[in-house]
């Protein structure tokens, strides 16, 4: 079968000796079927540029979010045993014929992993050519999204091999975890401090010399991050995400049972291949968010470290979300994501406080001479335990659990 990533549009997947495909309208996926070298049905992500040319070209790369499939139709020739069905909804116009709900899956798990490759690359680009800190921030989190998205959809396609890009991509974000607390230290926790005892000439001539040292512990930091992303460690990285995309992402479903049931799916099944793709997403998103919700509700009896994990829960909650959000209602799915996004800089804005007093206690053991840098460092020490001891962190963080419990759960 031919297969052609478009931009916007429709989807060929017929051989140039077939008759013209039946074009049937999906709901917010895009996709081409093809035929595998032993006869297995295969899919491809199909999108079209503004022109409404036909060219294959990689997902761009966007925001935190991403750009996901967009509004395009299913092209099916006749001899692939699916006609299309009158009436609405991806259920009634796919059916069960022809493995067309495995392939639906398929296609979003693809244009996913092409959308967090093409965002991990551009990002990294950003970090080799400079010391911006939205070059660590961006890479980052397309790192932390390539995570969320191979565990979701590797379970789902029991497929080891994607499964297996989550641990490969924490290696580099932690690579650059120590840069970011840095450069997120600066802008936020300093920055406040030194604007604070402004009027103390003493205590902000301490915080400049403190500031200082940080700056040098930051370049060294930023030169590992360098380094991890322009190893050949990396490249293998890429080099396994750019075959995973050039192949069929399914497995068989008679002869695997996954082995990793949590977050995703329930043990031993196939959802979403055995149903369809939007069944696998209400049961992925119901059960990671009724999880969420009772660890919201004992919220202030969570200590630091609980309080870190159920920030990583809302993290993956919000990048599950955003990748079908295609398959559901798009103002539904919004709201609950920005809701979801809220909350998750509520928490993260509390974390950032906690790691403050890390990233402190690092610098003053970076710095030689210490001098001015342990009075600057005793001084953030005592203001951090002040503000933590205020609660303003803590209110924030209810004021967003409230909001997220109202927000429609799109899914259902």
Known sequence: MLVRVLRKGRVSARPPDEPAATAVPINGAALSTYQDADGSRCAEPVLRDAAGSDNTMAPEAGGEEGSLLRTPELRLSPADGCEPAAG????????????????????????????????????????????KPEGIHRTRVALRRLRAAAKLFGRALQNERVLALASEAKRFACACGAARDLDVFLASALKEAQEHFVRQADTAEALRSFRATVLRRRRGQHEAARLALSSTLFEALDDRLKE?????????????????????????????LAGDARVFAREALQRRDRRLRKKLKRFDKLDAAQRHQLRLRVKKQRYAATFVTSLFDHRDASAYIQATAALQDALGFAN?????VYVVADVRSFAHPRGRVDWGAGVLKGWLEALALAGQADQAVLSAIKHFARAPRFWR
């Open 88 to 131: 609405n909804g991806v259920d009634q116009r796919l059916g069960r014929a022809g493995g067309i709900d495995e392939l639906l899956l398929e296609a979003l798990a693809r244009e996913t992993l092409a959308t967090c490759r093409a965002d991990i690359l551009a990002a990294r680009q950003i970090v080799l050519a400079s010391r």
């Open 244 to 272: 995973l995309l050039a192949e069929p992402l399914r497995t068989t479903l008679d002869s695997c049972v996954c082995e990793h049931p949590q977050d995703g799916m329930p043990p031993g099944g196939a959802l979403g």
């Open 352 to 356: 950032d406080r906690a790691t403050a």
